[in-house]
Every structure is written in structure tokens, then in C-alpha cells.
């Protein structure tokens, strides 16, 4: 299905459910590229070093626009939807990331037998892995307006359906931050009216949001199904969408939806964040750093101790969800446990010199850079000699 047509659709029938405009991308945990399929099947992947796609699987026979990748990065999912005998069918195919299939589901039957495709371009499919690595979060759909989303459990193939129900209520992904469970949105039985909101876990347990609005057939409850149009966010265990009328915001702990009228934040936030994008780091003054040096420490960045895993390039710092449990990085979970995700978050590194008063990381616990060094060093054991953290340390002066 092309794009420019799918296009053309959003814009026609704004109403309508049609996820698929845009391929989603599925970060590899490491960082070191993404992973997404084409309109012809293919599954790629893209190498943000080397700037390289390689094709890893040639057709899919599926029409998945958004693959999961698993939590360790070695397996990739997507999902063959057909529609025969009056029913559709689905297939779970995970491959490893050699394009070699390790799991093939059987057949399962997906959604009501009285849901006819309205045109073969409204197939598709879009995945999302679980963090224990064993389930998998599927929607599919063979029609604009109905769809049905499953937990698929890869060990012992059983499935759980949500009919009617759309899983990407938040645009970037419909999985809490913590992985713990994630926000479908059920539809009226035409498909033209949002119902419910739920909060799901794993296990398939329902929890419904209440609304303290009314859930209507308008413009504005369109853009909570389908708000990929607009700014959506997650802010912890609070999904965050902003609508024409208001920005709405879902506690999925309290399991309860606000919409804030008349909202005075939302229409001020692209112009916000494009400052935020626009302002450049400041570049170190000539001679405060050793600049052969500095090349070194560059070199041992993304090599031996591997700094770039997490601050990776350009920025310094990670894409996706950039948090890390205090054990990861080695220190104490006191400021940690007192956020939502119980998780500190990988600092941005550019313009690191002008700020190298009053230590370093969220309460300034390293004096200086060579501090910080020597306890990456001593907790991930890189066997860093002290020339080379000096080097290092050059390096982050210059970035
Ligand atoms: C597993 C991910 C991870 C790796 C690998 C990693 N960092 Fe970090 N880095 C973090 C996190 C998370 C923080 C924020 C910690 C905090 O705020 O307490 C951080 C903070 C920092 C800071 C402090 C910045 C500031 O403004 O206070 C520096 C400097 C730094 N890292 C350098 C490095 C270097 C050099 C390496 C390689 C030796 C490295 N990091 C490897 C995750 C990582």
C-alpha cells in the first residue's frame, strides 16, 4: 500500500481508524540501529553508524508496518493477517537477526467472524514485545474501522483477544514505560465511537479508565484512537495525548482520564519544542582541551569502554526511553525509587564543559571527569589504563 494513498485516506476520513500512515520503527535495545518493514514485505534493518540498511528478510508475506523487536535485540516479530472462510487468520513469524525464522505460531482465528476488509490496503498489523521477552502485543486489523488486538504467548501459544480495540492510543507506543502494561482503546461495534479506555496488563487483566469527560463520536476522541496526527507522549504511568479540544491525560495507575479546558499548553508546545531542537551546544574554547589526545578518548568512546552504548552520537545521549535501573550504572537507587519509573536517566553530554563545577550525575556525586571515569571503569570492569582515562577524559572536555 503506498504511502501517498494512505495519505490521502487520513486526510478524507480523519474519523476513520486507519493506523498505518506512518511505518513505525522498532529501536534495537542497544541503540546501534532500527528495525522496520516496507510495503512490499521486506524487513529491514537500518545501522546508525555506518548509515547502512541491510535487508534481512526479503518478504514477509506480511503486511506489519510496525515489527517488535525483542528486549535482548536477537529476535523480530511480525504477523501475517489473512482473511478467508469469513474469518480472519493470523501468523506470529519471528525471525533472528539473520532473517532466519525461530518461531512460527499456527494458525490463530482473529477477530469477529462478521468483519469483512473493506479493501485490501487496510490489512496490517503492528507489534509490540513484553519485557520478559515471552509475549507479544498484537493488533490487527483487515478493515479501516474494526481491529483487534491480542496477547500472544510465544511458550504456550495461547491467545488473549481485545475486540474492537486499538492498541496505539499514544502514538509513540502503547506500552507503559515500565513495560508493566499498556492502553487500548475500545470501539463502538461500527467502529465510528470510542467506547471504553482500558488499562491491560500482561496477564489480560481489564482495568477501565474512567473518563471524567464523555467519550463522544467527535473530532477530539479521533485524535485519542488515532493521535499519531498530533503530540503524544508518555509521562511515566501518565499517557499524555493532546486533542483539538484539550490536552487529555490518562493516570494508569488511578485508572482514571482528565481533560484539562480550555487548554492553554498545547497549542504552544511545537513551537517549544522546536526551540528546544534548535538551541545548539556550546563548542569548548580552543586550548582548553588536548585535541590528540581528545581523538583517542574519541576512539575509546565508542570502543573499549563503550560509553556509546548509552550517550550515543551525535547528541550523547539516547534515543527511545533512556532510563537505567541504579544497579545498571552502579550507584544507589535513593533519588531513583522517588521517580515514576524508579530509573535515572542517561545524561546529554554535549557542552559537558560548561558545567564542570558542583560534580557529577543528578546530585554531583563525582568531582571530576577522571571520578566519573573511574567508576565506569571499575563497574563495568573495561580494564582502562590511566593514559586511557586520560584520553577519555580529554574527549569529554571537547564534546
Ligand atoms: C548503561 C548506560 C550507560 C553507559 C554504558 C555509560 N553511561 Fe554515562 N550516564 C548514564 C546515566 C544513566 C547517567 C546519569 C546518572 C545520574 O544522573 O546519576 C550518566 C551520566 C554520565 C555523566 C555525567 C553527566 C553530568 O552532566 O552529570 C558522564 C560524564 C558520563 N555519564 C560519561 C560516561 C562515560 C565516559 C561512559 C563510558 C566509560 C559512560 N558514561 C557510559 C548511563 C550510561
Not at 526479503?58 to 523487536?69: F, G, I
Not at 484512537?225 to 484539550?246: C, E, F, K, Q, Y
Not at 582515562?389 to 564534546?399: G, P
Request: a positive charge; glycine letters at 8%; one cysteine or more.
Amino acid at each position: 500500500m503506498s504511502s501517498i494513498r494512505r495519505r490521502g485516506w487520513i486526510l478524507l476520513s480523519l474519523l476513520i481508524v486507519i493506523p498505518g500512515c506512518v511505518n513505525g520503527v522498532s529501536w534495537l535495545p542497544d541503540s546501534s540501529g532500527f528495525v522496520f518493514t516496507t510495503d512490499s514485505g521486506k524487513l529491514v534493518v537500518y545501522d546508525v553508524k555506518t548509515k547502512a540498511t541491510r535487508v534481512l528478510v526479503e518478504d514477509t508475506k506480511s503486511s506489519t508496518y510496525w515489527p517488535a523487536v525483542s528486549p535482548d535485540g536477537g529476535r523480530i516479530a511480525v504477523a501475517r493477517l489473512r482473511f478467508d472462510d469469513l474469518k480472519s487468520h493470523l501468523q506470529v513469524v519471528v525471525y533472528d537477526l539473520k532473517g532466519k525464522v525461530v518461531h512460527e505460531s499456527k494458525s490463530i482465528a482473529w477477530g469477529r467472524s462478521d468483519q469483512k476488509p473493506d479493501d485490501d490496503m487496510n490489512t496490517t498489523t503492528q507489534l509490540f514485545w513484553d519485557p520478559a521477552g515471552n509475549k507479544l502485543l498484537i493488533y490487527g486489523s483487515i478493515h479501516t474501522r474494526y481491529g483487534t488486538t491480542g496477547i500472544y504467548d510465544m511458550n504456550s501459544g495461547a491467545t488473549t483477544l481485545f475486540e474492537r480495540t486499538v492498541p496505539s492510543v499514544y502514538g509513540v507506543t502503547p506500552i507503559r514505560p515500565d513495560g508493566k502494561g499498556f492502553v487500548l482503546a475500545k470501539l463502538s461495534n461500527k467502529g465510528e465511537k470510542l467506547e471504553e479506555l482500558m488499562w491491560v496488563d500482561w496477564q489480560g487483566k481489564v482495568k477501565p479508565v474512567r473518563a471524567a469527560f464523555e467519550l463522544k463520536n467527535d473530532d477530539q476522541q479521533t485524535q485519542l484512537v488515532w493521535p499519531v496526527l498530533r503530540w503524544s507522549a508518555w509521562d511515566g504511568n501518565m499517557a499524555i495525548a493532546t486533542t483539538p479540544a484539550g490536552r487529555t491525560r490518562i493516570d494508569t495507575v488511578k485508572a482514571q482520564a482528565i481533560r484539562h479546558e480550555p487548554d492553554l499548553v498545547t497549542a504552544k508546545l511545537p513551537a517549544l519544542q522546536l526551540y528546544q531542537l534548535s538551541i545548539v551546544a556550546p563548542k569548548p574554547p580552543e586550548g582548553t582541551f588536548d585535541k590528540l589526545a581528545s581523538d583517542r578518548g574519541h576512539t575509546l568512546f565508542s570502543g573499549k569502554a563503550d560509553c556509546a552504548r548509552c550517550h550515543v552520537h551525535p547528541l550523547f545521549m539516547e534515543p527511545g526511553w533512556p532510563m537505567h535501573t541504579a544497579a545498571e550504572i552502579g550507584i544507589d537507587d535513593f533519588q531513583a525509587k522517588r521517580s515514576p519509573d524508579e530509573r535515572y536517566r542517561t545524561a546529554p553530554l554535549r557542552g559537558l564543559w560548561t558545567h564542570t563545577k558542583g560534580g557529577f550525575y543528578h546530585d554531583g556525586r563525582f568531582a571530576t571527569i577522571p571520578d566519573v571515569i573511574n567508576h565506569y571503569n571499575a563497574h563495568f570492569k573495561l580494564g582502562l589504563t590511566q593514559p586511557e582515562i586520560n584520553d577519555l577524559a580529554e574527549y569529554l572536555k571537547s564534546v
